[in-house]
């Protein structure tokens, strides 16, 4: 992967979206310029079984025609089963080893917030880390404490050549703090799916990007 693929990380599942159906959001954010995309179904009211498999279809057909990495959060078989471009998995999912063999040549996300647990991610090849939350967010209700941008600048200068998105609570006013902490880029969820005009929000996002450094 390039490190430019993580400028703009779009993350979203259907409950994150109430204003619009969850696939014109994403069909607006891939034709803005998102750099890829994790499927994050997660929630009370989250798709199971069939109809999040054809939904997780419909999300990866549009990110094929827009030629943006197409990610599933957690769920290695329904990745493995889909071609999907990669995976993401947090610490309390499927085990690290397990899903860098099932997804052998393809990406490999890992959420860390720790050095050990960075370590843990490189020993085991992973193409990125996911670094947050970096701010309080309202996004993911078992998110962690928020933890400022002082381990992202640790794990930025301890391994200068690992690719870092970070996440948590992240908008177009406080993202150029977490660029220059050193992430390669941002990922965001509520800051799209609740966006008015979703076009200008990512235009913002990215003109602060190509500052970075």
């Not at 490190?3 to 891939?30: C, H, K, W």
């Not at 899903?99 to 990406?107: G, H, P, Q, S, T």
């Amino acid at each position: 992967m390039k490190r430019e693929d993580l400028q703009l990380y779009f993350i979203m599942g259907t409950s994150n979206v109430s204003q619009q159906e969850p696939l014109a959001v994403l069909e607006q954010a891939l034709r803005a310029g998102i750099t890829m995309f994790q499927l994050r179904e997660k929630g009370p009211n989250a798709l199971t079984g069939l109809a999040y498999e054809q939904f997780a279809r419909q999300c990866q057909k549009r990110c094929q025609h827009y030629r943006v990495p197409f990610i599933i959060n957690d769920d290695v078989d329904l990745a493995v089963r889909l071609g999907a471009d990669g995976v993401h998995i947090g610490q309390d999912d499927e085990q690290i080893a397990i899903a860098r063999k099932k997804m052998a040549n393809r990406l490999l996300g890992v959420s860390v917030h720790s050095q050990e647990e960075l370590q843990t991610a490189i020993d085991h090849h992973a193409d990125y880390v996911g670094i947050g939350p970096i701010f309080a967010t309202t996004s993911k209700s078992d998110a962690q404490p928020p933890c400022g941008t002082i381990f992202l600048q640790q794990a930025s200068k301890l391994q200068p050549n690992l690719p870092i998105v970070a996440i948590g609570g992240i908008n177009w006013t406080n993202a150029n703090v977490v660029l220059q902490a050193g992430a390669d880029g941002v990922a965001v969820i509520s800051a799209i799916c609740d966006s008015k005009d979703i076009e200008q929000t990512v235009s913002m996002f990215k003109s602060l990007s190509r500052i970075k450094k």
